[in-house]
């Protein structure tokens, strides 16, 4: 978190989303920031994430580069953050993310592994982590994090990281059960109906060995098909589940940053249903109700599923309405400088 704060001016928390594809959390910042002080208010800045991809933009970036497995077993560069505060980060996207098997069409589903996450689990418990927080998003494979639990075993003489001390959480913002994280995430990985069977059926035979030899029951967990099982392969690994916003969130203070701002601004770039469904948008205009502040959303479109509801009384700016969509996609952050410029003025 960083803060030009000085008394004699308001002071407007700037906490977004990334816009996916077009600028990370910590651009939006810095595009908001320049328009909030061209309206003359202070900023502090504070890059969110609700605990997939951008989740180490949140925490201050990446410090790490790990050689590790890939998704489809070739080895990939992947970065991830340890502080010195003991708290390391990984994005399960940096090792095992479909963009890095290709995507859709360049996946293979069947043999796509989450074992270079769990090498780099096991590379940070090696490396001094006292927590090791793991986001789940943008994942691969549907191998119920089968790759993730032998690698960490293989690599701490088979210790998992609650035996040594270490603290394991998985930030998660789904409710899906182990056995159906094929049928619900195979089809975005590429798996067709056949091999969504065959997934699911190796699904439930490895939640059947979880038990015999960890004594670990994935199904009574709500999330553990999150990254096509990965969630349940953290709790074999002694980790928990948390709701990715709320832990974000509290590492870095959102709660205490907004009851130092006079107004905040948030967004992503598409504003949807979703958004206030565990996503940043929705935690943050939660976290400003209670102080009755204006809070001014900006978004690269405004999707018609957007709930009226939610965004009554708040300042919403539909940069591809406003600006017009070609702006809105490859200037977008001359647009959020503008539309929080012009926002800001009218609460000065």
Request: charged share 20%; proline share 4%; hydrophobic share 45%.
């Amino acid at each position: 978190m960083s803060t030009d704060a000085s008394p004699a001016r308001p002071v407007v928390l700037v906490a977004p989303d990334k816009f996916r594809g077009s600028l990370s959390a910590p651009e939006v910042v810095q595009a908001a920031r320049a328009g909030a002080q061209e309206a003359g208010w202070d900023v502090i800045g504070m890059p969110m994430a609700d605990g997939g991809e951008g989740m180490l933009d949140a925490f201050g970036g990446a410090n790490r580069t790990s050689t590790v497995t890939g998704p489809l077993g070739a080895p990939v560069e992947a970065q991830w953050r340890l502080g010195d505060d003991g708290l390391a980060i990984i994005e399960s996207a940096a090792a095992s993310g479909l963009v890095l098997a290709g995507g859709k069409e360049g996946n293979d589903p069947v043999h796509a592994t989450s074992a270079g996450t769990g090498e780099l689990v096991a590379q940070a418990v090696l490396a001094g982590a006292r927590r090791v927080v793991v986001g789940l998003g943008g994942s691969a494979m549907s191998d119920g994090g089968h790759g993730a639990v032998e690698a960490v075993l293989a690599a701490l003489d088979g210790d998992r990281p609650v035996d040594r001390g270490v603290e394991l959480l998985a930030a998660c913002d789904v409710q899906t059960p182990f056995v159906d994280a094929a049928q619900v995430f195979g089809p975005q990985k590429g798996a067709d109906a056949g091999q969504v069977v065959e997934l699911t059926g190796r699904l439930f035979a490895l939640q059947s060995d979880y038990v015999e030899r960890f004594g670990v029951d994935v199904s009574q967990t709500a999330g553990a098909g999150a990254a096509g099982g990965l969630g349940g392969g953290v709790l074999v690994l002694g980790g928990a589940l948390v709701p990715g916003l709320r832990l974000v969130a509290d590492q870095v203070g959102l709660e205490e940053a907004v009851g130092r701002a006079d107004a905040i601004v948030t967004g992503e770039g598409a504003l949807d249903a979703e958004s206030f469904n565990g996503k940043v948008v929705g935690g943050v205009v939660d976290a400003a109700e209670p102080y009755g502040i204006p809070v001014v959303v900006v978004a690269g479109v405004l999707r018609e599923d957007a709930p009226a509801a939610r965004l009554s009384g708040l300042r919403v700016v539909d940069l591809s309405a406003t600006y017009g969509a070609a702006a809105s996609w490859n200037d977008t952050a001359a647009c959020i400088g503008r539309a929080v410029a012009e926002q800001l003025r009218g609460l000065g």
